[in-house]
């Protein structure tokens, strides 16, 4: 029980292994996938005491990312149609892949 204990007497809180399995620093942390065959994100989601893994975004968007300074008016339309497209799911919150999408590659 020792091994337990760091000093101080505080024990040691145990890392996730949902955390450890998708690669991720922490919850509601999303990271990119590379090497993944069709998606190109995942975020461990905590939502109260809910968790949940979600991988989400297609791989090789070419959308991905903020708007660029002098994006063109055709990315600028296709932006706003995925927004419109989703935003019912969009507004389900962390535990939906659109929010999470939505949030790092529109």
Not at 22 to 49: F, L
Not at 71 to 99: L, P, Q, T, V
């Amino acid at each position: 029980m020792r091994e337990d204990y760091k000093k101080g007497g505080k024990a040691k809180k145990k890392k996730d292994s949902r955390l450890e399995r998708a690669g991720v620093s922490g919850y509601n942390k999303p990271k990119r996938t590379p090497k993944h065959s069709k998606k190109s994100h995942v975020v461990v989601a905590k939502e109260g005491d809910k968790i949940k893994t979600i991988r989400f975004g297609e791989q090789g968007a070419s959308t991905a990312g903020k708007p660029k300074a002098g994006e063109s008016d055709r990315m600028k339309k296709k932006r706003a149609s995925f927004k419109a497209r989703h935003a019912k799911n969009i507004a389900k919150g962390k535990m939906s892949a659109a929010y999470w999408a939505n949030k790092v590659k529109w």
